[in-house]
DNA sequence: GCCCTCACG
DNA sequence: GACGTACGTGAGGGCT
């Protein structure tokens, strides 16, 4: 700064935090926190305490405070009491669980090492007015840490007040701007307009406008009320002169007292450090686990932590950011989170307002709340709305009286609208081109509509959006974003619908409850967008967000909801097969082992292979046990065991029959008859979509009793399956990224890709090749894409390490450019901390600049990411347009598993689909990249999922 | 709630 | 020279 060392006055600067505001504000953004060891509520200490630590951290820079002291309200009896026994008498009972920590608040001051200041009979207000005056007298600075108007009077000559929500300096100006008078009238305008909060009477009818246009035409209060009889407007008048009395009374309450009586000079409030020891000692005592180690990480000690520290969040001040942005950027200027302002809507008249506000506004952030997780099944419940920060309403809708007993529970809750008038609200502006709707997950919340018939356009989604920006960083759960990126803790589900089996349902939970839940989830999702939104093009991922993320919400829920027919008989049927099956696996488990035992307990069969029997186990999972994995007991069998040869098969039939033939059969929609999966989109770390309930992408395959499962994937009547689906799409980007020549030309033959390797590699003619090779120079050609490594690729053939090694380096020799490829990703992310596709999507890496032996499996990852990421990029972009390229074909896109798609067409349009879809599908890359091998895409036919494939 | 195992690309 | 090791997922069962 030009002017330090030339700082006014005397050079002392004081800095008064206005504790009691700041303990209000801590309770009131934070969920009711409490210490887990015995459930003392803590939350706003919790807050205070961050509050009181970013404040002394903010606070080291050169101009920093030379004085400091926290200033509490004593009680709430004050000598203004004296004057007007009405004052602050409307203030609502303090909450129970906030009482308790008011006294924990003063030690936590103490423990920071700051003066803890509070005289009996004075507000905190005078206080701070006190020693303001004190410190301009002699010279010095004073900056207050408060938003309170009432404090405004005294800004001004030294004494500037600092808004710690806004980081905004307070002055003259800003106090003229609030008030229409500056700081020395702020008092007369006040008396005048009274005020509500603090049940100060002032003037009926004058409110801060009216009082600032008299004081500036009067000059002040006295002149005014003396000159009362010439005001102009005879309701003015009339007001001023009968309320005289009580103007006065209302000056005396308003004004600060700066001459509260203190027992100890300024000198006393020189800024002191804390004493680590103490600090940390209360922190941890209050099970501050997070702040403990904060404080402890920056004064650079050990904390004390009895039970493990969590990991700190990425992107979090206390971690070294990443540079692929520069920090966590701070939250905008936005006021705290208070889940106690939210409203509830229960008549058409208020809906209808807040609707033609975000008509008028052009966004809106929006959330739903349900019966349940599955959105084919799940009822609507409740709309919460958000049209700026902090300004969000529920609507419930479908809330039933639950905490009721048997007989009570299941009426209808009352100040509810009707569904269908609020839906009918609700349709034109949801489905109003011009308003934008933005939501968090909106895939979910978009299929819930749709069954209300509301198809939702435009969408944003900021759980999209953080996984364009930050895949890899962390997961993009609205929870999790929130505590990251706005320092808030959202209010957990739990605390509404408990967990396990005395879950209820969301109905059920009272209105005003779901409403400061629900609305605050709209708040959050308002307040991540504003931060998201600006950061897609600053960090050059807009295209990715515009073009392979926002159009799959559409596409994927319209297959969700399509379903895909299962026939249930046939899977029933191979339950009762796999039964018989497994008993008698486990009959002759039991003799061979001699004992009883549970097939299905590692921990049991371990005991029996490697300590009855004795046989030669090696491998040690995480927790110590022996591994009895599939390729331990294959290596096992091959010896000529028996016992583990009985175990490999019972497994088998096992997972098939409890994960695949018990389990669909449960996942048909009773109102479809047909399975409806839920994709992630932003689950996975390279772009690749995720299944769940049921996990549809890992169907059996490779075996031949697992194909079967496949059998029951069926065709509707008249209608076929048909499934197509990349070849080798993988290695053809590795070809095209790595720009690998040989690879390139052999693609763009058309020849065998894994004979071509052996031929390239072993020096023999592809014609008559022994199969063992083919199947050596596969395996490499896989492990390529993996970071192959000497280990795995020994492990995955089977042969010893240096053969493999061998493998490797002739390969690597052979193909140069991937080695070139490899080195220069692996840099790539140790200098940017984080790779992109070819199509820009960006995958960090924040374990590659680490040291240790996870850098190897980051390495490997970064490498890995690209080609991966690659390939689902460009079957994304086929998605986003088959259902364009197909609207005339009688067809549906069901399902896609990584480089398949599966569709169900009707019989007589199966050729026309297969055109159309390979057309798009093979196009996909273009036009936004020009593939230097061609995509290929096969295609199946079928009654079932089994023969179409 | 973690670990192991195994299904898929 | 030792360390651990293929990449990415989700589900079910055992166990604490």
Redesign the pocket.
């Known amino acids: 700064m030009s002017n330090s060392g030339t700082k006014p006055g005397n050079g002392q600067h004081l800095h008064l935090i206005d504790g009691s505001a700041f303990i209000f504000r801590a309770y009131h953004a934070l969920p009711p926190l409490t210490r887990k060891s015995d459930g003392l509520p803590v939350g706003a200490v919790a807050g205070f305490c961050n509050m009181l630590w970013k404040y002394i951290e903010d606070a080291r820079g050169d101009d920093a405070p030379t004085h400091a002291a926290v200033i509490f309200d004593h009680g709430s009896v004050t000598f203004r009491n004296n004057i007007y026994d009405q004052y602050k008498s409307n203030r609502p009972d303090l909450p129970e669980d906030l009482k308790p920590q008011f006294p924990l608040t003063r030690e936590a001051t103490l423990a920071f090492n700051v003066a803890s200041i509070e005289v009996p009979d004075y507000e905190a207000d005078d206080i701070i007015a006190t020693l303001s005056c004190q410190m301009r007298d002699a010279g010095g600075r004073v900056t207050i840490i408060s938003s309170d108007k009432d404090l405004m009077q005294l800004v001004g000559d030294g004494v500037a007040m600092l808004d710690p929500i806004k980081n905004k300096l307070i002055g003259r100006d800003e106090v003229f701007e609030k008030f229409g008078v500056y700081p020395d009238r702020v008092v007369d305008v006040q008396s005048l307009a009274g005020d509500a909060v603090d049940n100060v009477p002032g003037a009926p009818g004058i409110g801060i406008k009216t009082a600032a246009q008299l004081i500036q035409e009067y000059g002040d209060l006295d002149n005014l009320l003396a000159s009362a009889e010439q005001i102009k407007q005879p309701k003015r008048r009339q007001t001023l002169i009968d309320n005289a009395e009580q103007i006065r009374l209302s000056r005396r309450l308003v004004t600060l007292d700066c001459e509260t009586p203190l027992d100890f000079g300024l000198d006393k409030l020189e800024v002191r450090t804390p004493d680590p020891e103490n600090l940390i000692s209360f922190l941890n005592k209050m099970e501050f686990r997070t702040l403990t180690k904060r404080v402890a990480d920056r004064f650079d000690v050990d904390a004390p932590a009895p039970s493990p520290v969590p990991a700190p969040i990425p992107g979090s001040a206390t971690t070294a950011p990443a540079r692929a942005t520069a920090e966590a950027p701070a939250a905008p200027d936005m006021p705290p989170i208070d889940r106690g302002a939210y409203v509830t809507i229960s008549d058409e008249a208020t809906l209808a307002a807040w609707l033609a506000e975000i008509t008028d506004k052009g966004a809106v952030a929006i959330d739903t709340e349900t019966t349940g997780l599955d959105e084919m099944r799940a009822d609507l419940v409740g709309v919460s709305l958000c049209v700026e920060a902090g300004r969000a309403a529920y609507i419930p809708l479908g809330h039933v009286l639950g905490q009721a007993d048997l007989f009570g529970g299941g009426a209808r809750a009352e100040g509810q609208m009707a569904l269908d008038r609020a839906l009918a609200l609700l349709k034109p502006v949801l489905e109003d081109p011009g308003v934008l709707k933005i939501l968090h997950n909106a895939k979910y919340d978009w299929k819930i509509l749709a069954r209300y018939g509301i198809r939702m356009t435009p969408v944003d989604d900021t759980m999209l959006m953080s996984y364009a920006l930050n895949a890899g960083r962390h997961n993009h759960g609205m929870d999790e974003l929130s505590e990251t990126y706005l320092h808030h803790s959202a209010q957990p589900i739990k605390d509404l619908i408990g967990s396990g089996k005395a879950q209820i349902t969301f109905d059920r939970v009272a209105i005003d409850a779901a409403t400061a839940y629900a609305a605050e989830d709209a708040d959050v999702t308002w307040r991540l967008w504003q931060l998201f939104r600006p950061q897609l093009p600053a960090e050059g991922v807009d295209t990715v967000y515009e073009t392979l993320e926002r159009p799959m919400i559409e596409v994927l829920a319209g297959m969700e909801m399509t379903g895909v027919r299962i026939d249930p008989d046939h899977l029933r049927a191979m339950s009762g097969n796999f039964s018989q099956k497994m008993a008698q696996l486990e009959q002759e488990a039991e003799s061979l082992a001699g004992t009883r035992f549970?097939l299905?307990?590692?921990?049991?069969l371990g005991e029996i292979l490697f300590g009855q029997m004795n046989l030669t186990g090696s491998k040690t999972?995480?927790?110590g046990?022996m591994?009895?994995?599939?390729d331990v007991?294959e290596d096992l069998a091959a010896e000529g065991h028996d016992l583990p040869a009985r175990v490999?098969d019972w497994?088998?039939v096992s997972?098939?029959k409890?994960?695949y033939t018990d389990?669909l059969p449960q996942h048909v929609n009773p109102e479809t008859g047909r399975v409806h999966t839920s994709y992630?989109i932003a689950?996975?770390?390279?772009g690749?979509l995720?299944?769940?309930?049921?996990?549809l992408?890992?169907?059996?395959?490779?075996?031949e009793e697992?194909r079967r499962i496949r059998e029951a994937f069926v065709a509707g009547p008249g209608m076929r399956l048909v499934s197509l689906d990349y070849s080798q799409i993988e290695l053809r980007i590795l070809a095209h990224v790595a720009d690998i020549p040989a690879l390139r030309q052999a693609f763009l033959d058309g020849l065998d890709i894994h004979a071509l390797t052996a031929s390239q590699m072993f020096n023999v003619p592809i014609e008559g090749m022994d199969p063992m090779i083919r199947r050596s120079a596969k395996?490499?050609n896989?492990?390529v894409i993996?970071?192959?490594?000497g280990?795995?690729?020994a492990?995955?053939l089977r042969i010893p390490r240096a053969e493999a090694q061998a493998f490797i380096d002739t390969y690597f020799q052979r193909f140069p450019e991937i080695r070139a490829y490899m080195d220069r990703t692996v840099a790539d992310a140790k200098r940017d901390g984080f790779v992109r596709t070819l199509f820009g999507r960006r995958i960090h890496t924040p374990g590659i600049n680490q040291s240790g032996?996870a850098v190897?499996?980051a390495r490997?990852?970064a490498i890995?990411?690209p080609i991966?990421g690659a390939a689902a990029d460009i079957i994304r972009r086929a998605m986003i347009r088959m259902p364009e390229a197909i609207r005339d074909i009688p067809a549906k896109m069901l399902l896609q598993?990584?480089?398949?798609l599966v569709f169900e067409v009707e019989e007589s349009a199966v050729e026309p689909l297969i055109t159309a879809a390979r057309e798009v599908m093979e196009g996909a890359a273009e036009p936004a990249v020009k593939l230097s091998v061609p995509l290929l895409v096969d295609a199946g036919v079928g009654a079932s999922w089994a023969e179409a494939h």
């Open positions: 549970n299905g307990s590692p921990k049991q999972g995480k927790s046990a591994s009895t994995s599939a007991l490999l497994r088998q997972k098939l409890s994960t389990a992630s689950g996975a770390q390279t690749r995720a299944s769940t309930d049921p996990n992408q890992n169907i059996p395959v490779r075996s697992g395996a490499i896989f492990g993996y970071g192959i490594s280990f795995g690729l492990r995955n032996p190897g499996g490997r990852a890995n990411a991966q598993v990584h480089d398949e």
